[in-house]
């Protein structure tokens, strides 16, 4: 009706949730458009990529978890457990036990909970949690912590928790999607109304984003598994499409995971082209700081630094410049301009179709043809 999608999925006040269905088919086009012939992201091997270290460093930061990812490999390889380190090895088993294609229902649900909380709850959590939910009231901080006025949701009624989650396992089980951009908006669906019900007291929003990615993969959406990382550099775009969306309309959350996932995707794209061209394998890092590049809108030097420094441990400035952005610099890949002290990916590095190119939103973030 009037162009709305109506979801099978109730609020508290027992009105369905829906969303705009034009505006969605728009954006989904124009990734359909993009995704044309790129069958590089359309496999197993690249999700599974995806998902170890740079994955794990990115849901983390969401909720202002940041670590080294050399850091963060060096646990994976060590099994270092110690409480320190638990919100890493957390999500490493959680990514291992989705990745084995296991049945998505209230059970393994569970499961994948206990693997990801492990270590993490509180004694109140603890003592207060159901068979599978919690059983007193959770509220939900939306504003950061440097902020003078704090703004609470409160998750849903101890009461309707496991009702709404049962149907959101029957929202999972109908009407099976034909298309990727499909399984990708009802990937969304199931992350927006997991966090608006908020089942657990604590390490809701990282269970959420897990179980979008099970999804993903139980139906081989593969390309789509990158849509954290756009939401580890837009935080408070994301807070702010779920606090918009929770009066009913979740058109404001869908619109802001497929235009972020569209920016990832192109980035992806760009990022695959140079390796391809370079010729050799990148360390992670490198792989890191092109992204923070590819992200940066004024392409200055201080940008990317204060990008990594956001989503990093803390680390001085010229140590940044020196130790992260110099060596993309001397293997060429990476142009500084050090009169107007900008940073520019080198363009003989990129061999993808010009016709294509011209789409792209990354070509202000190339350097000039010759």
Not at 121 to 134: K, Q, V, W
């Amino acid at each position: 009706m009037f162009g709305l999608e109506i979801i099978d999925l109730k609020r508290e006040n027992g009105r369905r949730f829906f969303y705009d269905k034009v505006r969605i088919k728009k954006l989904i086009k124009e990734i359909e458009e993009f995704l044309e012939e790129e069958s590089f992201m359309d496999d197993f091997n690249f999700s599974r990529k995806m998902m170890l270290s740079l994955e794990i460093k990115t849901n983390n930061s969401i909720e202002g978890l940041h670590d080294d990812i050399n850091n963060i490999e060096e646990v994976i390889q060590t099994q270092n457990g110690g409480i320190e380190n638990r919100r890493i090895l957390n999500l490493y088993y959680g990514y291992r036990y989705i990745l084995l294609n296991n049945s998505i229902d209230k059970d393994s649900l569970k499961k994948l909970y206990s693997i990801l909380s492990q270590d993490l709850l509180d004694d109140y959590s603890i003592e207060n949690m159901g068979e599978y939910y919690r059983e007193n009231d959770v509220y939900i901080m939306n504003s950061n912590y440097d902020q003078l006025v704090l703004d609470f949701d409160k998750g849903m009624s101890p009461s309707k928790v496991e009702e709404s989650m049962d149907s959101l396992f029957t929202y999972l089980e109908n009407e099976k999607d034909e298309k990727l951009l499909d399984v990708f908006i009802k990937s969304q669906i199931i992350h927006f109304y997991f966090v608006y019900v908020h089942p657990y007291f604590d390490v809701n929003g990282r269970t959420a984003r897990t179980f979008s990615l099970w999804y993903l993969l139980q139906n081989k959406a593969y390309p789509f598994v990158i849509f954290n990382r756009g939401i580890s550099l837009s935080k408070d775009k994301y807070k702010y499409s779920i606090k918009k969306s929770r009066k009913g309309n979740i058109t404001p959350f869908l619109e802001y995971s497929l235009k972020t996932l569209k920016k990832e995707l192109e980035k992806e794209k760009t990022i695959y082209n140079i390796r391809s061209n370079f010729g050799e394998s990148l360390p992670k890092s490198d792989y890191e700081i092109l992204e923070y590049i590819l992200t940066a809108r004024t392409h200055k030097v201080r940008e990317v630094i204060n990008l990594y420094s956001k989503n990093n441990f803390v680390m001085d400035a010229d140590k940044i410049l020196t130790e992260k952005i110099f060596p993309l610099i001397e293997k060429g890949i990476v142009v500084l301009n050090e009169e107007e002290q900008t940073l520019k990916i080198n363009r003989k590095f990129i061999t993808m179709d010009k016709r294509k190119l011209k789409k792209l939103r990354i070509k202000s973030y190339l350097t000039e043809e010759e």
